[in-house]
Each structure stands twice: as C-alpha cells, then as structure tokens.
C-alpha cells in the first residue's frame, strides 16, 4: 500500500466512527473496512483486523504500518484507544484531514495558473533555443544565442537546469525528511522560517492541545497524556521531545513547566496551559486554544500560498525580462558589428 492521503483518511475515519458508535466491536468494525472500506485501505484494514482477532491492541496492530500513515493519524489512534474515546477522537482525525484537503486545494486553485504560465515560458524560451540552431544549420551562423545555448543540445541542457533549479530544493527537503534524526534537525529549522515557520508551528501546536485535551478528559495521566500529544502533531521536531517530556512531569514538573524547555511552543499556550492547571479545566481551556491556532494556521498556510504564487508570477517575469533584454543586447552588438564592417 502506498502512503495514505487524506481523502483516504477521511473516509477511513468517517467510517470506523460510525461503525463504533453502531455498537460494533473494533475487531469487526476494522474487518468491515476490509471489505467495504476505501480500496487503497483494504489491505492495511485486513492485516489489523486479523492483529486484533489475535488479542492485539490497535496501538500494536497498526505498528507495522507507520511509513505509510501520518504520525499524527497513529498516535491520535492510540490516544483515542488508550483513553477509550476512540470514536471522538476518529471525529477530530476526519475535521483534521478534512481540514487538510481544504488546504491543499486552496493551495493548488491558487498556484496552479502562475505554474502554468511558468512552464510555458520555458518551453518558449526552448523552443526559441532550438529554432536558433535551425536558423544556424540552414544559414551557416546564428549571430544570436540564449545563454550562450544553440539548437537540441542547448535546449535540452536548458530545460534540464531550469528543472533542477525549480525541483532541485524539492527533492533535497524531501530527502532530508525521511532520514530520521536529519528530518527534527529540518522541522526545527523549518519553525524558525518567517510566515511557513508561524503556519507549521500554529499547526502542530493546534494538534498539541487537541490530543492532550481528549487525553486529559479522559483521565489519562500527565506524563503519558503530554508524551502521546506531542507524537500526536505529526511534527518531528515537537516528537523529539516526547520522551524528555514524559520524564520531567513523571517526576513532578508541572507540565507547563516542562513544555517552556521545548522552546517550541508560544507563549500564549504556556500562559492557557498554566492558568488551566491552577484552576483544574485544562480540557476546555485547551480545545479553545486549538481551535484559534487552527484558525491561525489556515491564515499563515493562505499567506504562503499567496507568496507562493507572487514568486512564480516573478519567475515568470524574469524570464520573459531575459529573453528581451538578451535579445536585444544581441541585436545591438549585431547592428554595429554590421556599421563598423567596412564597405
């Protein structure tokens, strides 16, 4: 099974939940997404259906799945398990996700114009390279060129260097993303990022207080509540604390206390979270909270895509300033080459 998305997640949820709040038995409410569930799904859903027929808990039958599931869906799975409100917290999941997609078409209803018109200029730009190396053949000599670049060959080393110049960083990220230790070292730079930085830390910390307002409403203790939330944002910088976390309120920390060190969390939570646990309403207090950094992610991620778009709109513009001012430098030069020729 490839990674799921989040189309597939949402219908997961969305089904497991019914099934759940149906009266179903969590062994055959998963054997019901074997079958009935979304195809991408099946083979995971048959694999866990059969780990819990055997006595497992999710926690442990989903274990082998985690490359290809978000960490935020697993360990929001084992929240909702271990705190026995596993159909809220699948609810919360299916928003989360939904929540997502909403995103991502945003994104793409935005940058998709800008992107168009950015490979057409550099297929123009190609085919101009290529048409100079048609005009040299049939004519002897091109006095003009692009970047130096004639016929096929220059318009295939042209093509090839505006895709690694576009996609390169792309790939670069993603690779440092699957690599462990290097994917926190990159999550933590990347909060450190003007406007992506403040949208990917309203995020994680959103699905922070979330998970950790379900688990503390369910009477989970502080250490294994505040060690689950963390895993719970999907966020390997926040995750990395995990274990750190769990040690200092095991042994007494107040857990406000313990979250300051992270140095990843604003100040406005720290502020909630320690008021809340004073006067003993975290729960509430907590879901407020996540609602706003909710909000306030979907803002910063709508400015990045703004930005986003303002960039390939300028990357365009470069390209077609290029060509001009290339070709008219080179018309220029050509014209008094011909008047200082002699007669």
């Not at 200092?248 to 990843?264: I, V």
């Not at 930005?307 to 390209?319: Q, R, T, Y």
Request: glycine share 6%; net charge positive.
């Amino acid at each position: 099974m490839a990674h799921a998305s989040a189309a597939t997640l949402v219908l997961v949820c969305r089904s497991l939940r019914h099934l759940l709040e149906a009266g179903l038995a969590l062994p055959q409410a998963w054997q019901q997404l074997a079958q009935k569930g979304p195809k991408p799904f099946r083979q995971l859903a048959r694999t866990v259906a059969a780990s819990l027929k055997q006595g497992e808990s999710l926690e442990s039958a989903l274990q082998p799945w985690t490359s290809r599931l978000p960490a935020f869906f697993t360990a929001a799975i084992t929240v909702g398990e271990r705190t026995g409100r596993l159909p809220e917290v699948l609810h919360e999941l299916e928003q989360a996700f939904e929540f997502q997609m909403e995103l991502r078409r945003q994104f793409w209803s935005r940058i998709s114009w800008p992107l168009l018109q950015l490979l057409a200029a550099v297929l123009v730009l190609a085919l101009f390279i290529w048409l100079l190396g048609v005009i040299e053949s049939v004519a002897g000599r091109s006095p003009i060129s692009l970047f130096g670049l004639k016929g096929e060959s220059g318009a295939l080393i042209f093509l090839i260097a505006t895709a690694a110049l576009t996609l390169g960083p792309y790939l670069v990220l993603r690779y440092f993303f699957a690599r462990g230790q290097h994917s926190v070292a990159v999550h933590r730079a990347l909060l450190q990022l003007p406007v992506i930085g403040g949208a990917l830390q309203a995020l994680a910390e959103a699905r922070f207080a979330q998970a950790l307002a379900v688990a503390l409403d369910a009477g989970l203790v502080v250490h294994e509540a505040a060690e689950l939330a963390l895993l719970a944002t999907g966020n390997p910088a926040f995750a990395d604390w995990a274990a750190r976390v769990r040690k200092q309120t095991r042994r007494g920390q107040p857990l406000s206390e313990a979250l300051t060190a992270t140095g990843l969390l604003t100040h406005d939570f720290l502020t909630v979270l320690s008021v809340a646990e004073a006067a003993g309403s975290e729960p509430d207090a907590l879901r407020r909270h996540a609602q706003q950094r909710y909000q306030q992610a979907a803002d910063q991620l709508r400015l990045c895509t703004n930005i986003a778009a303002g960039a390939v709109w300028l990357l365009v513009a470069i390209f077609i300033a290029t060509l001009i001012v290339r070709l008219f430098t080179q018309y220029v030069e050509t014209i008094n080459l011909f008047l200082d020729s002699p007669l």
